[in-house]
């Protein structure tokens, strides 16, 4: 691959058929002092007048054409990614900008003319130009490093749209890209109903799986699935349209502060995409999230989401934990495989080559007398082995002989429940193929095999197993040291959950120690020598930090606590977050002495402190009542001995009667009580 700086962009004409994209390319190239543009009108051109209805948009009455005159040679500056050498390689100074076909969150995309002339022929091509919001100038070189590694992984792919070539205009990065006739959307789009008919999604379903699958081997995350990016080529096969742009744009700021927060389309982004250094990381699973979406719409023709704003997706889905609705009556296997990729920790999701299997099995399953005939052999697996964990989750890894194995702990454990296998070695497989079948584990000290069902052992390779907490031996500023093992390699190569890291960490196990296990329902607290937390936190009347409880561990080890010491009135948050490197655990054995013991009972509820202090109130009362009694009583006895005595006796009585524990204003209190219920006597 070769980078090919140009100092001008000669003859450079962009036209359009809406006066709308006139004003939005004029505005954005009046932001470069040194350009001016010169309109003038060409003539009318019926196939952009054609696409602007097929996109919805009125044929224009006019069109106009404009060129830059003149310019800030900087500003002109066209960086030309080369493709690799069998590839169609096109030179963008040949290319024409008709009109603008669509516009989405990430850029605009434009239909483009090639042209390309030689004595004998004289050639024009329709290419579409993907035109992405422009970046930071520093961040520039980033952006065009990934690009160009990105590039040269999508060279070739048969499920994903086809790359030409990649230029960078007055700091707008441009993809020339095949262009195809529309999109799996725009089909939903003029269809009544906006819905497909099962085989179509099934179909579709299949051809997709197998795009992503493409750019997953390679490494690259979509993070932007959708029927708008499901684009349809001239034998109606639906081709991936988007080639993962966010994933690009991870970690580089952009101009528009809009879209610093957006890694995908909301309504299709799944939970730990919201906020991947917070909520994350985001894995290849994260599609799968976006795949169900985009399947949910194909057969409702409903957008997930529809009608909710921003931030009310994003409390659904990353606040309430909400699910879009799966319609019924799909193939078994389907079914449970798109309700698997509503999975809020996306490690209990299916991988994009579980979905395939399934929708390849059912693909051409009917339905007929009351159930589904014509399934393949791998449709109906069970939804859950009984250990807490789903398919899904056990499917990642499967257990070969001679792995050393120990029994699993359920989901959100930090203890095992039972420990039938300490530690010991899979001697044997009963079913090679079983995905989820049984082993032979030589355990020591046992002199034959135990039979053991796979789903309840755990790989442990190098002392560490996937679910396990650890922290790193040499820390790193940019994120936490604690995080969660989500995959260790029989050769120690690891993957890990950080907060403040967007993806997976991957290294190596020697680079890892165990750390302390946190796990729902235990009690936190921020460690007293942290002084500025990584997330706001809560304090007591007297300013130490209060305890939570931990309520949901995410696939970075972060905490999500809520504090059941305090009462949460409406709208207010009622759950914070915490970095598990900042917190140390509260138990009711380990408070010493009897007050920290009672401080802790009352940050396990709100509840506790009303009811104790309405508690000592009665019993106060109670007491009052007994002691106002016998009070009465002897001052009776009293008053007759008074009567007798005088009443300097009388006020005597009345002082050794007050109860010295009390403090003086209850025991007044309880006294005058007493005394009254001593006169009505
Ligand atoms: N290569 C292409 N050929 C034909 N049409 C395309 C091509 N690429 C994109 N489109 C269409 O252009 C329109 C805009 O695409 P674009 O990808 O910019 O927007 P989007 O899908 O709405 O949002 P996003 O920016 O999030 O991907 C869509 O309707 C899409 O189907």
């Known amino acids: 691959m070769r980078l090919r700086l140009l100092h001008e962009l000669p003859g450079t004409t962009i036209s359009d058929t809406s006066v709308a994209g006139i004003e939005s390319s004029q505005s954005r190239f009046n932001n470069y002092p040194g350009l001016s543009f010169h309109l003038h009108s060409p003539p009318f051109d019926e196939q952009s007048a054609k696409m602007a209805g097929q996109v919805g948009a009125p044929p224009p009455a006019v069109s106009f054409e404009y060129e830059l005159l003149e310019g800030d040679p900087d500003h002109l500056r066209t960086v030309v990614v080369t493709p690799t050498q069998n590839s169609p390689w096109i030179d963008p100074t040949t290319l024409k900008l008709k009109h603008r076909i669509g516009r989405g969150l990430f850029g605009d995309v434009w239909l483009a003319t090639h042209h390309q002339s030689a004595e004998d022929y004289d050639e024009y091509h329709e290419v579409a130009v993907k035109m992405l919001h422009p970046i930071k100038e520093d961040h520039m070189q980033a952006f065009l490093d990934k690009f160009e590694d990105l590039f040269s992984k999508c060279q070739g792919l048969q499920g994903v749209c086809w790359l030409h070539v990649f230029f960078v205009m007055t700091w707008q990065m441009c993809i020339a890209m095949k262009f195809y006739e529309g999109s799996v959307g725009d089909k939903m789009a003029r269809l009544k109903g906006g819905k497909l008919p099962l085989s179509d999604v099934l179909r579709y379903g299949i051809e997709l799986a197998q795009g992503i699958l493409e750019l997953h081997s390679n490494g690259v995350l979509v993070l932007n699935l959708k029927p708008f990016n499901f684009l349809l080529n001239e034998h109606d096969q639906a081709i991936l349209g988007d080639i993962g742009i966010p994933y690009l744009l991870l970690g580089i700021p952009l101009h528009s502060s809009d879209m610093a927060l957006r890694l995908g389309t909301p309504n299709y982004m799944a939970p730990e995409q919201w906020q991947p250094e917070v909520r994350g990381p985001i894995s290849f699973e994260t599609d799968s999230w976006g795949f169900g979406c985009s399947i949910v719409e194909m057969l409702t023709g409903v957008q ?335 008053g007759r001995s008074t009567l007798i005595q005088g009443d300097g006796q009388y006020q005597d009585g009345h002082i050794g009667g007050n109860p010295a524990w009390l403090p003086p204003t209850v025991a007044n209190i309880l006294f005058r009580e007493g005394a009254a219920t001593a006169t009505a006597r």
């Not at 584990?441 to 442990?460: A, N, Y």
């Not at 165990?514 to 921020?526: A, D, K, N, P, W």
């Open 304 to 638: 997930p989401w529809c009608g909710r704003s921003v931030e009310e997706i994003y409390h659904s889905v990353v606040r309430k934990q909400e699910k879009p609705h799966i319609p019924s009556g799909l193939p078994p296997a389907v079914e449970n495989v798109v309700s698997g990729c509503f999975e809020y920790d996306f490690r209990n999701r299916p991988l994009i080559i579980d979905i395939l299997h399934a929708f390849e099995g059912s693909r051409n399953a009917v339905y007929s007398d009351g159930g589904w005939i014509g399934l393949g052999n791998r449709t109906l697996a069970e939804k859950s082995s009984g250990s807490g964990y789903t398919q899904w989750f056990l499917s990642k890894d499967l257990l070969e002989v001679g792995d050393t194995v120990r029994s699993r702990k359920p989901p959100n454990s930090c203890k095992p429940e039972n420990m039938d296998v300490p530690e010991g070695m899979v001697v044997g497989l009963e079913r090679d193929t079983d995905r989820d079948g049984f082993v032979l584990v030589r355990v020591h000290g046992i002199h034959d095999p135990l039979r053991v069902h796979m789903s309840t052992l755990e790989r442990v390779t190098s002392g560490l197993a996937a679910g396990d907490w650890v922290r790193v031996k040499e820390e790193d500023k940019k994120h936490s040291p604690v995080g969660n093992l989500h995959s260790i390699q029989r050769d120690g190569c690891v993957a890990v959950g950080f907060i403040g890291v967007e993806t997976l960490w991957r290294g190596s196990s020697s680079e890892l120690q165990m750390s302390e296990s946190y796990c729902v329902g235990q009690f936190v607290r921020l460690k007293e020598n942290v002084f500025r937390p990584r997330f706001e936190w809560l304090r007591k009347r007297g300013g130490a930090w209060a305890t939570g409880r931990i309520w949901q561990v995410l696939p970075n080890g972060c905490l999500v606590v809520r504090f059941p010491g305090k009462l949460v009135f409406g709208d207010a948050c009622s759950s914070f977050l915490a970095d598990p490197a900042e917190v140390e655990l509260v138990s009711f054995n380990t408070c010493p002495g009897m007050a920290k013991k009672y401080q802790h009972l009352e940050d396990i509820h709100w509840a506790v402190r009303p009811l104790v202090i309405a508690l000592g109130l009665f019993t106060a009362m109670k007491l009052g009542f007994f002691v106002g009694r016998n009070m009465g009583r002897s001052r009776m006895k009293k």
